[in-house]
T-cell receptor, first 115, second 116 residues
Framework: AQSVTQLDSQVPVFEEAPVELRCNYS??????LFWYVQYPNQGLQLLLK??????LVKGINGFEAEFNKSQTSFHLRKPSVHISDTAEYFC?????????????FGAGTRLAVHP | SAVISQKPSRDICQRGTSLTIQCQVD?????MFWYRQQPGQSLTLIAT?????????ESGFVIDKFPISRPNLTFSTLTVSNMSPEDSSIYLC?????????????FGPGTRLTVL
């Protein structure tokens, strides 16, 4: 069975500092990988996704992630964070099963950006 | 992508009652999904809804508790039946757009449910 592990439940960081949110997955088949962001009292917004091709994926709001097949990781990075990046971040893996792509989410990482 | 709306955005309900949540999409979609996000938790898939067929429920979720309708390609409802405080959660619908990259789900804003 597939699973997603987000290694940090909370990440505090100062404004303009770099940040990395870690995500590891387990799967025996090819997968699609996603990062979603959830701002307070809102739904989920797609940040970026890896389907195939280049292992470095760029998303919205200056975020990027690197797919590492040998380490089964898909860590999210941003070189300089803003206060507005404070949110919950979810890593997810998708696999085709039963006729549709099923998303399995990690537990989430709460990013808190301080001035 | 797709623009998704949900009604109600939030509600406070009494135990033993039922609430129906609506999900409306601005374009036709093949797949619609319903998720539950319990307080401080991640998202758990409840069921998948295809237009014109019975919903497919994940382990731990049953049709009697969470009946789903999917009358057309732009609309779905989820009912939370005979509610208890343990049902207090955010309920989100998502879609996988037809004819697009059928591998990405887009989410609605969620319905925040509190059961007293």
């Amino acid at each position: 069975a597939q699973s997603v592990t987000q290694l940090d439940s909370q990440v505090p960081v100062f404004e303009e500092a770099p940040v990395e949110l870690r995500c590891n997955y387990s799967s025996s088949v090819s997968v699609y990988l996603f990062w979603y962001v959830q701002y307070p009292n809102q739904g989920l917004q797609l940040l970026l996704k890896y389907l195939s091709g280049s292992t470095l994926v760029k998303g919205i709001n200056g975020f990027e992630a690197e797919f590492n097949k040998s380490q089964t990781s898909f860590h999210l990075r941003k070189p300089s964070v803003h206060i507005s990046d404070t949110a919950e971040y979810f890593c997810a893996v998708s696999s085709f099963s039963g006729g549709y792509n099923k998303l399995i989410f990690g537990a989430g990482t709460r990013l808190a950006v301080h001035p | 992508s797709a623009v998704i709306s949900q009604k109600p955005s939030r509600d406070i309900c009494q135990r033993g009652t039922s609430l129906t949540i609506q999900c409306q999409v601005d374009s036709q979609v093949t797949m619609m999904f319903w998720y539950r996000q319990q307080p401080g938790q991640s998202l758990t898939l409840i069921a998948t809804a295809n237009q014109g067929s019975e919903a497919t429920y994940e382990s731990g979720f049953v049709i009697d508790k969470f009946p789903i309708s999917r009358p057309n390609l732009t609309f779905s409802t989820l009912t939370v039946s005979n509610m208890s405080p343990e049902d207090s959660s955010i309920y989100l619908c998502s879609v996988e757009p037809t004819g697009g990259m059928a591998d990405t789900q887009y989410f609605g804003p969620g319905t925040r449910l509190t059961v007293l």
